[in-house]
């Protein structure tokens, strides 16, 4: 299990928190989610096209989409794509 220390006070289990994903708000209900749901919940799919990243503090959980994420309100995440980006 990953706990990410941002300084900020960890969610509670019955409150939701608040957290973003390439600037796009999303809201859970557990204080705890992994990589795969955190891409699922922000729309990025199939999960396995892509890797995320917390910005603060940095840390990059690649593809270990079983990792348990421990949310802080306002956690700031970045999805990357993994595969090539086309071109005209």
Same mark, same amino acid.
């Given at each position: 299990m990953n706990e990410l220390n941002t300084g900020m006070p960890?969610?509670?289990?019955?409150?939701?928190?608040?957290y973003f994903v390439n600037g796009e708000e999303e809201v859970s209900s557990t204080p705890q989610l992994t990589v795969k749901q955190i891409l699922?919940?922000? =729309?990025? +799919? %199939?999960?396995?096209?892509?890797?995320?990243?917390?910005?603060?503090?940095?840390?990059d959980f690649g593809?270990?989409?079983?990792?348990?994420?421990?949310?802080?309100p306002n956690e700031r995440f970045q999805?990357?794509?993994? =595969?090539? +980006? %086309?071109?005209s």
């Open positions: 960890a969610a509670h289990p019955g409150h939701d928190v608040t699922e919940h922000a =729309g990025f +799919t %199939p999960v396995a096209d892509y890797t995320l990243a917390s910005e603060n503090p940095p840390d593809s270990n989409y079983d990792e348990v994420i421990k949310l802080h999805a990357k794509f993994k =595969g090539p +980006t %086309p071109t």
